[in-house]
C-alpha cells in the first residue's frame, strides 16, 4: 500500500551543511518531520558537492512521518557568478550581479564555461539539448549583467 502523502516543503540549503537551527530545524519541526534524521540524509547526499552551494531541496513528507528528499542542481545564477568569479559584497557578504543589467557589465564568462553550466543544469530545465539549455542560461547571464564572450 502506498503511503499517503501530506505535503511537500521547498527549501534552499547550502549543500553538507543543513543543520537544525533556522531556518532548516522550524521549518521541518512544524511538519513533524524529523530534524537530526533530514540534516543526515541531506548531507550524506550532498557530500560530492562543493560545500556551501546553495541546493533546491524537495521534501515530500508522509502521514507516518517520514520523507523523502529530491536534490536539484545549484540555481544558476550561483553558478554564474562562481564562474565569473565575482566576489562577495554588501550586507550578506553574497556575490552580485550589476545593479544595472544591460547598461553596465560586472563580470565576464566564456562560451565553454556557459555550455558547461547548461550541462550541468540541463536535468532541471526546460530544454530538448544543451543549446537550449545554453540560451537559457545566456539569459540569466543577461539579466544579471555578466557578458559572455566567445
Known amino acids: 500500500m502506498a503511503k499517503k502523502v501530506m505535503g511537500q516543503l521547498k527549501l534552499q540549503v547550502p549543500a553538507g551543511q543543513a543543520n537544525p537551527s533556522p531556518p ?4 521541518l519541526g512544524q511538519r513533524g518531520i524529523n530534524i ?19 541546493i533546491p531541496t524537495v521534501i ?5 512521518k517520514s520523507f523523502s528528499i529530491d536534490t536539484k542542481s545549484p540555481p544558476a545564477s550561483y553558478l554564474l557568478k562562481k564562474a565569473a568569479g565575482l566576489k562577495p559584497v554588501g550586507k550578506r557578504n553574497r556575490p552580485q550581479g550589476s545593479p544595472q543589467p544591460g547598461k553596465q557589465t560586472v563580470a565576464t564568462v566564456t562560451a565553454k564555461q556557459l555550455r558547461e553550466i547548461a550541462e550541468a543544469k540541463m536535468g532541471d530545465l526546460n530544454a ?11 539569459g540569466s547571464a543577461k539579466s544579471m ?6
Open 24 to 27: 532548516v530545524g522550524p521549518a
Open 36 to 54: 537530526m534524521e533530514f540534516c543526515k540524509a541531506f548531507n550524506a547526499k550532498t557530500a560530492d558537492i562543493d560545500p556551501g552551494s546553495p
Open 60 to 64: 515530500t513528507y508522509y502521514q507516518d
Open 128 to 138: 530538448n539539448d544543451v543549446e537550449g539549455a545554453m540560451k537559457i542560461i545566456l
Open 145 to 150: 549583467g555578466i557578458e559572455v564572450k566567445g
